[in-house]
């Protein structure tokens, strides 16, 4: 597989929960992970690698790992390690959906943790770009309410790949997850109004 578009990826832990995010460095078949030090990463025979490419999508994979000391003067890190996809589980789509500006301030709530305030970019029928200066996990599961068409939902979505933005902020692309009766008519709607110049 070919990513042209991935700047990040998420190493899974032995136990398959916990994930630690890495730089990626991609050169048309070949993938290269960025670690901070000799021992963030380790060779594997088989280790679960989710990958971020923004035209792609959000690729599950299984991977085997070679770290080694890096020896190419274009790549900024000095350990690395050579990624080989030995199968791919799922691919996620992310830009299936017609995506409109949205602009709006939101309190969100994080599950388990709490609230935080967060700017929502835009939003299509299948998920929101959002952008906060708290930090988040992907995987993480994120709610908010907010009104479509005069009926106000409370949404759920799921945090699917990360931005680093200036200012100590960043951006996250969220999936949406159950949504609620009728709204998936109503955002289908408030889309096609709003790239329509009819809604504000």
């Not at 996620?92 to 949205?102: C, D, K, P, T």
């Not at 929502?120 to 996990?137: A, H, K, L, Y």
């Not at 969220?174 to 408030?190: H, N, S, T, V």
Request: negative net charge; contains cysteine; aromatic residues 10%.
């Amino acid at each position: 597989m070919v990513f042209n578009h991935c700047t990040v990826c998420a190493v899974y832990g032995p136990d398959g929960e916990t994930q630690k995010r890495i730089p990626v460095y991609c050169a048309g078949e070949q993938i290269t992970l960025l670690p901070g030090t000799e021992h963030e990463l380790s060779d594997s025979a088989k280790v679960r690698i989710d990958f971020f490419d923004s035209q792609i999508g959000y690729v599950q994979t299984e991977c085997r790992l070679a770290v080694r000391k890096n020896d190419d003067p274009a790549i900024q890190s000095a350990w690395v390690a050579d990624c080989s996809i030995l199968e791919v589980l799922q691919i996620r789509e992310m830009r299936r959906f017609i995506r409109v500006g949205l602009g709006k301030e939101v309190v969100m709530t994080l599950l388990g943790k709490g609230d935080f305030e967060a700017l929502i970019q835009n939003i299509s029928e299948g998920g929101i770009f959002f952008v906060s200066t708290t930090r988040v996990q992907c995987g993480d599961i994120v709610s908010f309410s907010y009104c479509f068409m005069e009926q106000e939902y409370q949404m759920k979505a799921e945090v699917l790949r990360e931005e680093e933005l200036l200012n100590g902020r960043y951006g996250y692309g969220c999936q949406f997850q159950e949504l609620p009766k009728g709204a998936g008519r109503d955002i289908r709607q408030f889309v096609y109004l709003r790239e329509q110049g009819r809604i504000l």
